[in-house]
């Protein structure tokens, strides 16, 4: 029965390939020529093989399945050893016991005592009484240490100066140009040039 179907299906998808060919670019007697070639390749292979499954029967493949391996164990050769065991250790928590006190609540007893007897100071004192002023705060004030660096640098056309101290103000270079110089009075002669070595 499944070789039946299975030539079915060959034949099936042979003629189904077949039409679109013959049929493919147009009509004509040359494309079904080529349709009906295509279907006389395959059709020998088809004949022959059910040819062959009528003159061979069909044998499904046989399983052989040795048997499991029987072991024993074999017999002792001397008594063997008695085997102790322990019994397995039982662990039990003791059951949780809560008890909460009873609360207790107790007053002070009235606590009185008689006003102090005035007694009049003594006559003589060796040390009179010593007083001090309540203490003072002042406001530290911070003194900076001299400095290592110059705070002033000195160029031909102007200065650098280092202004603030660096923990109320930030350090800050500033430039101060030097002021222009004037030009000569206009009746003056100008000197001889400076000679150059």
Known sequence: MRRILVVLLVVICVVALASPAAHAGGHGAARVAIGLATFAIFAPFIIAGEALALLVPYRAP???????P????????????????????????????????????????????????????PAYSALPPAYSAP??????????????????????HGRYELRGDGIATAYQWVWIPNPPIAPPPPGATPGPPAASQ
Do not use: W
């Open 62 to 68: 046989t399983v052989v399945v040795a048997p499991p």
């Open 70 to 121: 029987v072991y024993s164990a074999p017999p002792p050769a001397y008594p063997a050893p008695p085997v102790y065991s322990m019994p397995p250790p039982a662990y039990s928590a003791p059951p949780p016991a809560y008890s909460v006190p009873p609360p207790t609540y107790s007053v002070p007893p009235p606590a009185y005592s008689a006003p102090p007897i005035y007694s009049a100071p």
């Open 135 to 156: 203490p003072r705060y002042a406001r530290q004030v911070y003194a900076a240490p001299a400095s290592a660096q110059p705070t002033v640098i000195h160029y031909p």
